[in-house]
């Protein structure tokens, strides 16, 4: 099973911008579809981004669409998420996680079986 540790949290005001990788150890990360949700406090953890493992589509959250981006280079083992125009809403952990089922839409929290420990990303008012 793949290993995921995410990378990239941190304090940043709003409008400001971040960028959050995952590194991926231990499986065949180039077979994964990828993702990132957040968990916000006192609130579920949701979906925000993900990518299909051969990169040929991405999805984003309504809430995300147009600041954020997801990106992956398989050469690297690594799935990038950069965050642009930061809102205090965008306050959360935010977690990677991996599909290897090739599905073809990979946007349910169920949909992916590997999960990282999370980065906290705080955006201050």
């Known amino acids: 099973q793949v290993q995921l540790v995410e990378f990239g949290g941190g304090l940043v005001q709003t409008g400001g911008s971040l960028k959050l990788s995952c590194a991926a150890s231990?499986?065949?990360?180039?077979?994964?579809?990828m993702g990132w949700f957040r968990q916000a406090p006192g609130k579920e953890r949701e979906f925000v981004a993900s990518?299909?493992?051969?990169?040929?589509?991405?999805y984003y959250a309504d809430s995300v669409k147009g600041r954020f981006t997801v990106s992956r280079d398989n050469a690297k083992n690594t799935v990038s998420l950069q965050m642009n125009s930061l809102k205090p809403e965008d306050t959360a952990v935010y977690y990677c996680?991996?599909?290897?089922?090739?599905?073809?839409?990979?946007?349910?929290?169920?949909?992916?079986?590997?999960w990282g420990q999370g980065t906290q990303v705080t955006v201050s008012s």
């Open positions: 996680a991996a599909d290897a089922t090739y599905r073809a839409f990979p946007l349910r929290e169920a949909d992916f079986s590997s």
């Open positions: 231990g499986g065949a990360f180039s077979r994964y579809n």
């Open positions: 990518i299909t493992w051969t990169g040929g589509r991405t």
